[in-house]
C-alpha cells in the first residue's frame, strides 16, 4: 500500500513540475525541452528580434497564461507569466489587437457585441481576488477600453 501512494505522490508531482516551467534554465533549455517539460502550447507568435513565443494559457481554473519565450538560437530566453495587473493597466485605448495578443496571449474567450460593435477578449486573471480582464476591440483592430473587476463566483457572501 505504501508503494501505491508513494507512486501517486511521485507522478501527482511529476504531473505539475512543468505547469510553470519551473525546472526549465535560460540560455541552457531548448524549444524542445520547453515542449516537453509544459507540453504542447496552445499557440505559437513570432516574437521581436526572431523569437518564438509558446503560449500555455492555464485557464479557466488557473488563471495564469506562461509565455516561453525561445531566440532564434533555439534556447529559452525565459518564461513569463502574463496575466498581471501591471500588463492590463498598460493596455490603453488606441493600441493594436496583435499588441494585447502578444502581451496576454490567447483570451480565454471572444465574444462580440454588436451594440457597442466591439469584439470582448475575456480573461481570467488573479488579482488579490480573483479577476476578471476584459480588452474591448473594435473590428478596426483597435483597443476601445481594457479594464478588470472582481469574479462574481468568488466574492465572499456576507
Known amino acids: 500500500m505504501r508503494r501505491i501512494i508513494a507512486l501517486a505522490a511521485v507522478l501527482l508531482g511529476a504531473g505539475c513540475a512543468g505547469y510553470d516551467g519551473g525546472n526549465l534554465t535560460p540560455g541552457l533549455s531548448t524549444l524542445a525541452d520547453v515542449e516537453k517539460e509544459m507540453g504542447v502550447p496552445k499557440e505559437k507568435r513570432a516574437g521581436p528580434n ?10 479557466p481554473d488557473g488563471r495564469v497564461s506562461y509565455a516561453a519565450r525561445v531566440g532564434k538560437d533555439g534556447k529559452l530566453i525565459a518564461v513569463e507569466q502574463r496575466l498581471t495587473r501591471a500588463n492590463l493597466d498598460s493596455i490603453k485605448p488606441g493600441a493594436r489587437e496583435d499588441a494585447v495578443r502578444d502581451l496576454l496571449g490567447p483570451p480565454q474567450s471572444i465574444q462580440w457585441f454588436e451594440r457597442q460593435q466591439v469584439n470582448a477578449w475575456t480573461y481570467n486573471a488573479q488579482g488579490i ?30
Do not use: N, S
Open 50 to 59: 526572431g523569437e518564438t513565443v509558446l503560449w500555455y494559457p492555464r485557464l
Open 129 to 158: 481576488a480573483p479577476q476578471i480582464y476584459v480588452v474591448e476591440i473594435a473590428k478596426d483592430g483597435e483597443v476601445r477600453r481594457a479594464y478588470r473587476y472582481d469574479d462574481p463566483q468568488f466574492i465572499p457572501k456576507r
